[in-house]
Nanobody, 123 residues
Framework: LQPVESGGGLVQPGGSLRLSCEAP????????IGWFHQGPGKDDEGVAC????????HYADSVRGRFTISRDDAKNTVFLQMTSLTPADTGVYYC?????????????????WGKGTLVTVSS
């Protein structure tokens, strides 16, 4: 079971992107789902999480108010809407799933994750 991320690319500062993550074979509402960001030369960090079942959302301080995580259970797809992007948002974004209520702080604490999609914010 490996999720597949898409939607990354080059965007100017202040721009927006929507990342998608398809997860065939996974029942989304039975998993906590997170998006993790790994900047160049840095460790990964969780930026957004949607909890299992009750779908409460949690965001890192660095993205709160700019990023929105959502999921479409019928399509088995998770989204990360990113707005007001800055160069600090540059990096690889991974979606990850955990058969638990909430997300882990690090990608390695999740059960499944994809290969990531690269986002570059630059003028």
């Amino acid at each position: 079971l490996q999720p597949v991320e898409s939607g990354g690319g080059l965007v100017q500062p202040g721009g927006s992107l929507r990342l998608s993550c398809e997860a065939p074979g996974l029942i989304l509402d039975r998993h906590a789902i997170g998006w993790f960001h790994q900047g160049p030369g840095k460790d990964d960090e969780g930026v957004a999480c949607i909890s299992a079942r009750i779908s409460t959302t949690h965001y890192a301080d660095s993205v709160r108010g700019r990023f929105t995580i959502s999921r479409d259970d019928a399509k088995n797809t998770v989204f990360l809407q990113m707005t007001s992007l800055t160069p600090a948002d540059t990096g690889v974004y991974y979606c990850a799933f955990k058969a638990d209520w909430g997300c882990s702080e690090r990608l390695s604490g999740m059960d499944y994750w994809g290969k990531g999609t690269l986002v570059t914010v630059s003028s």
